[in-house]
C-alpha cells in the first residue's frame, strides 16, 4: 500500500473521530442551492452537531433520491404532484416553502445590456421559432436597441430541474403553441438548444458563448456578472426581476396560500409583479425514524424561518411573506 | 533514374510524416502536463490541502475532503479487489483446469471492457438500491470492479513467468504445492505483481463516472463509510462545468495533484518493473 | 510424501496441527483460490443479470423499437435510443478517422525507424497518455479545444465547407466536433503502443527480403511489413473504439446535451455515457430510470462484441508472427 493511502486513512480516520456529528443528506434544486449552502454552513457553526450535506442536483433528483430514501430530506422548485407524493408510503411529505426567487432570461449579446422579452418572444426563442436577435418581434419590443444579425444559442438544463419547472410553466401560460407542443415539467423535450447540467451549467454556457440566452436564477446572474433582461407581465409592464417585483408576485398567492403550501406563482397578477417568480420548498419528511435527525431538522427549519429569512434579500432572493411564515412554523411544529 | 528518385523522394517525405506524427503524438502529452501546471500551480496552496470546499463565490476554500475521500474508495476498493483478484490469478496460474480457467479469463476480460459508467450502474442496482444510502462502500465496490481484472491479469501473468525449474525444485525437496506457491513462486513474481496492483490503482483513482451515482459527492467530511464521501475526480468535475472563476481555479489545482500522482505512480511502477526483470535476466 | 519435513512432535497442539493441516493441504489452497477465481466469473454473470433485470420496465413497455425511436420525452414517459446510439457512433467513428492516420504513423516510425532507444522513450511517454483520467481531459477540453472551436475552428470551417450540410449551423464549440476531436486524442496512445507491438512482431526476414530486393524502407513497411500486420493493427483499432464508446466524462463535458439527432458536426448531441451520466441521479419514475439503466445495457452489450473481435484479431496476429 503506498504512503499516500496510508495518510489519507491517517486523516480521515482522525477527523472521523474528531467529529462527532450526525450528518443529514440532502438533495435537490440547484434555484436556491447558494442560499441553502450559505444557511447549512452558518447553521453548523452555531450548532456544530448539525451537518447538513446539500448536493445541489436538481430538483428532479432530489424528489427521486427522496421517493428512494438515499436522502433524509430532499429541495424543489416544482412542488411534487400527487401522483410522486404517492409513491412515498412510509411517511407523508410536508412542503415547506424557504425563499421565493426569480427566474431570469440571462443573454450574452456583446454591446447589449438590456433586453425587453415577451412571453410570445421567448416562447418563440425556445420553441425555434425565432432564430435571430434581430427578429421582427423582438426589434417590436426593444426599439433603439442595436440587436445584432446573429444566430440565437438557445441554453436550457440538462438535468431535472424545478428551474425548467418553473420557466416551462410560465411559457405554457403564456404561449398556446408550447403548451400543446412541449408542456410543463421538471424534464422536457425541449425543441432546441443546447443542455447545461444545473443553473450552474447553464450560467457557464451562457457566459462562454456568444449570443446566447439561457434561464437562471437571479443570484447566478449576480454572482457572475451577467446581462439579463426584464419580460412582460400580465399587466402589460415590462419589469426586471428583484427583492421587490418577486415579493409582489408572490403577494396574492400569500393571502390565499394552500395547506400544503403547494401553489404555483408565475404569470401572477400585480402592476409590477415578475412573471416569472417561484417559492422554493424542502421536501420534509413528517415522521423522522432517526430522532435525532428529526430534532436536528426542526431546530434547522425555526431558524430558517427566522434568521434565515433575514439573509435571502442579501443573496438576491426575496423573504417569504409573513402570513405564510405564520402559517408554516405552525407546519415545523407538526414534524416528529 | 527518375524513377528511382520518385521512390526515394517519397520514401523521404512518408518517413518525415511518420516522425511528425510521433512529435505531435508526444506532444500532447506535454501540452496537457504544461496546461495542468500553468493553470494549477499557483493554486496548489496549503488552503487546498487542509480545507473544506465554501460556498460558491467564496474565496479560500479546499479540496481536503475530496483528498481523503478519494483514498478511502480506493482504499475499499483495494481492500476487495486485489484479494480476490491475486487469490483468483493463483489459481488461474497453478491450480485451474482448461475449462475452468477459459471461463474465468473471458469474463474477467469481459468486465475490463465494461465501460465505467456501466459499472456505476451496476454498483447501484447491487449496493445503493439494496442499502437505500449513496456511501463510501458503494463507491468503493464499483471501483473495486475495475480493479479485480488488472490484478487477476497481472498476477497470472507474473506467476507464469517464473520459470518452472523453481517450481520443480521447490516440489523436489518435498515441499507441498502451497508451500512452493507461498514460500517460492510468488516471491519470485511479487515485483512484476506488486507493480500491477499499483497501475491498477492509478487507473482508479482517476474514475468518475463510476462515482456519480455511488458515492455521489459531499461538502463535508464523511464520518462514515455508510455516508456520501467527496472525491478528487467528482469535485473537478462539479467545479469545471460551474460558472464561477474561483471553482475553475480550484478543478485546475485538482487536476494537477490527481495528474501528478497518477503519472507518478506509472512511472514509479514501470521503473519498478524494467529494473526488476533485467534483475531476473541478468 | 507430504508432511515428512515436518517436526515427529507429539506435544503439539491441536491448533498448531489445524494450522498446519492447512498450510500443508492443497485441497484447502485449490478451494479458496478457486472460490475467489469463481467470484469474478459470477460477479460479470451478475451485473449483465442486475442491468437485465432493471431495464425490464423499459423493455416490456418499448420492446425492440427502443432502438430506432428518436423521442426522448420524460413527460409522456416516451424514451428512445436513436439519438444516444448515432452520437456514439458518430462520435467514435470521428474520433477514430482523426486519430488512426496520427497513431498509424507514429506506430511506424517507433517501430520501424527510430533508434531503439528512442522508440522505447517515445513509447513510454506515449502510453503516460493512456493514464491520464478522462475528467482531465474533460477539464483540459472545456478551456481549450471549445474555445479554438468557437472561435477558430468552426468559423473558419463554415466559411471554406459550409456548403456541407455537416458544417452548417451556429458555431457553439461545443457538440459532435469536439467531442470527437477529444476523443481521438484520447484514443491515440492505445492505437500507437498496439500498433507497435504487432508492427515489431512481424519477423525480420519478411524486411530483409524487401530491401534485398531493392524496395526503399518506406516501400519495405508500407507494402511488406504493415499488410503482416494488419490484423493486430485492426485489433488495436477496435480495442480503440471500445474505448471510445465507453468514454463518459470528456464527451459530457463537451457535447452540449441535446437529445435529438443532427446532421451537422457543428450541433450538440448526447451519447449513450453521457445521458446516463447526466440523468441518472434524477430519473423521476421507473420508467425513465429502467430506460437508463437499458441504454446502460446496449452499451454493455456493444462494447463487449467489439472487444471480442479485437482480442481475436490482436491474438491472430500475435500467433500469427511466433509460427515461424
Known amino acids: ?336 | 533514374m527518375n524513377r528511382t528518385i520518385r521512390r526515394n523522394i517519397l520514401n523521404n517525405i512518408m518517413l518525415a510524416l511518420s516522425a511528425v506524427c510521433t512529435v505531435v503524438s508526444v506532444a500532447i502529452l506535454f501540452l496537457i502536463l504544461g496546461f495542468l501546471v500553468y493553470n494549477g500551480w499557483r493554486s496548489v496552496d496549503w488552503n487546498f490541502f487542509t480545507k473544506l470546499p465554501l460556498a460558491a463565490g467564496e474565496e479560500g476554500g479546499g479540496m481536503a475532503n475530496a483528498i481523503v475521500g478519494s483514498g478511502i474508495v480506493i482504499l475499499i476498493s483495494i481492500m476487495i479487489g486485489i484479494p480476490v483478484g491475486f487469490l483468483g490469478g493463483i489459481y488461474l496460474a497453478e491450480f485451474g483446469s482448461q475449462t475452468a480457467c477459459m471461463a474465468v479469463r473471458y469474463t474477467a476480460d469481459l468486465l475490463n471492457g465494461v465501460p465505467s459508467i456501466v459499472i456505476g450502474i451496476f454498483a447501484w442496482t447491487v449496493v445503493v438500491v439494496k442499502t437505500h444510502h449513496f456511501s463510501a462502500w458503494a463507491g468503493g465496490f464499483a471501483l473495486s470492479m475495475m480493479m479485480i481484472p488488472i490484478g487477476l491479469r497481472t498476477t497470472e501473468q507474473f506467476l507464469r513467468s517464473v520459470p518452472d525449474s523453481l517450481r520443480e525444485g521447490s516440489l523436489a525437496l518435498g515441499a507441498s504445492k502451497t508451500r512452493t506457491i507461498l514460500a517460492v513462486i510468488v516471491p519470485a513474481a511479487k515485483q512484476g505483481i506488486m507493480t500491477g496492483m499499483i497501475l491498477g490503482v492509478a487507473r482508479i483513482a482517476g474514475e468518475t463516472a463510476p462515482l456519480l451515482f455511488t458515492a455521489l459527492n459531499n461538502q463535508y467530511w464523511s464520518d462514515k463509510l455508510s455516508e456520501p464521501v467527496a472525491s478528487l475526480p467528482v469535485m473537478i468535475y462539479t467545479h469545471a462545468i460551474s460558472p464561477y472563476d474561483d471553482w475553475h481555479r480550484q478543478a485546475w489545482a485538482a487536476g494537477l495533484v490527481l495528474l501528478g500522482l497518477v503519472l507518478i505512480a506509472n512511472i514509479a511502477a514501470r521503473m519498478v518493473l524494467a529494473r526488476g526483470t533485467a534483475a531476473q535476466r541478468g | 510424501m507430504a508432511g515428512t519435513a515436518v517436526l515427529p512432535a507429539p506435544t503439539q497442539s491441536r491448533a498448531r496441527k489445524f494450522v498446519k493441516l492447512l498450510q500443508n493441504s492443497d485441497q484447502v489452497a485449490h478451494l479458496v483460490t478457486f472460490i475467489f477465481a469463481a467470484s469474478v466469473f459470477l460477479v460479470t454473470v451478475l451485473l449483465a443479470y442486475e442491468l437485465w433485470i432493471h431495464s425490464a420496465p423499459s423493455r416490456a413497455k418499448f420492446g425492440l423499437a427502443f432502438l430506432f425511436s428518436q423521442t426522448w420525452d420524460p413527460v409522456a414517459e416516451k424514451f428512445g435510443a436513436l439519438p444516444f446510439i448515432y452520437g456514439t457512433v458518430l462520435t467514435s467513428f470521428l474520433a477514430l478517422l482523426i486519430a488512426v492516420p496520427l497513431s498509424v504513423g507514429a506506430a511506424i516510425f517507433l517501430a520501424e525507424l527510430a533508434p531503439a532507444r528512442l522508440s522505447n522513450v517515445c513509447t513510454f511517454l506515449v502510453e503516460l497518455l493512456a493514464a491520464v483520467p478522462s475528467v482531465i481531459y474533460g477539464l483540459l477540453a472545456i478551456f481549450t479545444v471549445i474555445p479554438l472551436l468557437r472561435q477558430y475552428g468552426e468559423p473558419f470551417l463554415k466559411k471554406t465547407l459550409g456548403f456541407l450540410p455537416i458544417f452548417q449551423g451556429p458555431a457553439y464549440g461545443v457538440g459532435y466536433l469536439a467531442a470527437s476531436i477529444t476523443l481521438g486524442i484520447m484514443t491515440l496512445p492505445f492505437i500507437i503502443s498496439i500498433s507497435r507491438e504487432a508492427l515489431l512482431a512481424v519477423p525480420r526476414e519478411q524486411r530483409e527480403a524487401a530491401l534485398a530486393l531493392g524496395a526503399t524502407k518506406w516501400e519495405s513497411t508500407w507494402q511488406v511489413v504493415v499488410p503482416h500486420a494488419r490484423l493486430g493493427i485492426i485489433g488495436s483499432i477496435f480495442l480503440a473504439l471500445a474505448r471510445a464508446l465507453g468514454e463518459t466524462m470528456a464527451v459530457t463535458m463537451v457535447i452540449g446535451d441535446d437529445t435529438a439527432i443532427h446532421t451537422s458536426l457543428l450541433a450538440p448531441g448526447y451519447t449513450i455515457a453521457a445521458i446516463i451520466a447526466d440523468n441518472f441521479t434524477e430519473a423521476t419514475g421507473e420508467v425513465f430510470v429502467s430506460a437508463l439503466v437499458e441504454l446502460g445495457l446496449v452499451l454493455f452489450v456493444l462494447t463487449m462484441i467489439l472487444n471480442a473481435a479485437a482480442q481475436l484479431l490482436i491474438l491472430a496476429t500475435t500467433q500469427k508472427g511466433s509460427k515461424r
Open chain 1, 1 to 336: 500500500m503506498n504512503k499516500i493511502t496510508l495518510w489519507a486513512i491517517g486523516v480521515g480516520l482522525a477527523a472521523a473521530v474528531a467529529m462527532p456529528a450526525e450528518t443529514i443528506n440532502a438533495a435537490g434544486a440547484t434555484f436556491p442551492a447558494p442560499i441553502y449552502q450559505k444557511w447549512f454552513e452558518e447553521y453548523h457553526k452555531a450548532h456544530p452537531e448539525v451537518q447538513i450535506n446539500y448536493q445541489s442536483v436538481g430538483s428532479g433528483a432530489g424528489i427521486q433520491q427522496l421517493t428512494q430514501g438515499t436522502v433524509d430530506f430532499g429541495a424543489s422548485d416544482m412542488p411534487m404532484t400527487d401522483e410522486q407524493l404517492g409513491k412515498i408510503t412510509k411517511y407523508k411529505v410536508l412542503h415547506f416553502p424557504t425563499v421565493l426567487g426569480g427566474i431570469v432570461p440571462a443573454f450574452n449579446v456583446t454591446g447589449v445590456t438590456d433586453i425587453k422579452f415577451s412571453g410570445e418572444t421567448l416562447a418563440g426563442i425556445y420553441l425555434g421559432t425565432i432564430k435571430k436577435w434581430n427578429d421582427a418581434a423582438l426589434k417590436k419590443d426593444n426599439p433603439g436597441v442595436n440587436l445584432p444579425n446573429e444566430d440565437i444559442t438557445v441554453v436550457h438544463r440538462s438535468d431535472g430541474s424545478g428551474t425548467s419547472f418553473v420557466f416551462s410553466d410560465y411559457l405554457s401560460k403564456v404561449s398556446p403553441e408550447w403548451k400543446s407542443k412541449v408542456g410543463a415539467s421538471t424534464s422536457v423535450n425541449w425543441p432546441v438548444g443546447l443542455g447545461g447540467k444545473g443553473n450552474e451549467g447553464v450560467s457557464g454556457l451562457v457566459k462562454q458563448t456568444p449570443f446566447s440566452i439561457g434561464y437562471v436564477e437571479l443570484v447566478y446572474v449576480a454572482q457572475n456578472k451577467m446581462s439579463y433582461g426584464s419580460v412582460k407581465n400580465a399587466a402589460g409592464n415590462f419589469v426586471k426581476a428583484d427583492f421587490n417585483t418577486v415579493s409582489e408576485a408572490a403577494a396574492g398567492a400569500s393571502k390565499e396560500m394552500p395547506a400544503d403550501f403547494r401553489v404555483s406563482i408565475t404569470n401572477a397578477p400585480g402592476k409590477n409583479a415578475y412573471p416569472i417568480s417561484s417559492f422554493t420548498w424542502l421536501l420534509i419528511p413528517a415522521k423522522f425514524d432517526n430522532a435525532v435527525k428529526g430534532k436536528a431538522i426542526k431546530g434547522f427549519l425555526d431558524w430558517m424561518l427566522t434568521a434565515g429569512q433575514q439573509e435571502a434579500a442579501g443573496m438576491s432572493y426575496a423573504p417569504l411573506p409573513k402570513p405564510v411564515v405564520v402559517k408554516e412554523t405552525k407546519q415545523v411544529a407538526s414534524v416528529q
